[in-house]
């Protein structure tokens, strides 16, 4: 099995930083693309930021120059650098994965838990 474990969520004030990390772990052979998502109490999860295969990335309008996705592949690791935080980035933010297993012709899907990101204005 593959899992994906979040961390570095936290409180912050408005106009801090944090940067959020997502190891992948288990019998994988490469990781495709992988993605930000967060939810807010009361909302619907949004994309907050994507990677595809070829790094090529987008972000959501309302973090756009504030956030950066970013991997390290030898780690099986996938960033978020969130930067200027404004009260309304808290949420519970995930990371996802698609991810190709030893001995499967096809990449799945796996989520994270989460990491709460609270902002204080």
């Known amino acids: 099995q593959v899992q994906l474990v979040e961390s570095g969520g936290g409180l912050v004030q408005a106009g801090g930083s944090l940067r959020l990390s997502c190891a992948a772990s288990g019998r994988i052979f490469g990781i495709n693309a992988v993605g930000w998502h967060r939810q807010a109490p009361g909302k619907q999860r949004e994309l907050v930021a994507h990677m595809a295969s070829d790094d090529s990335t987008n972000y959501a309008d309302s973090v756009k120059g504030r956030f950066t996705i970013s991997r390290d592949n030898a780690k099986n690791t996938v960033y978020l650098q969130m930067n200027s935080l404004k009260p309304e980035d808290t949420a519970v933010y995930y990371c996802?994965?698609?991810?190709?297993?030893?001995?499967?012709?096809?990449?799945?899907?796996?989520w994270g838990q989460g990491t709460q990101v609270t902002v204080s204005s």
């Open positions: 996802n994965a698609d991810v190709l297993r030893w001995g499967r012709l096809r990449p799945d899907e796996y």
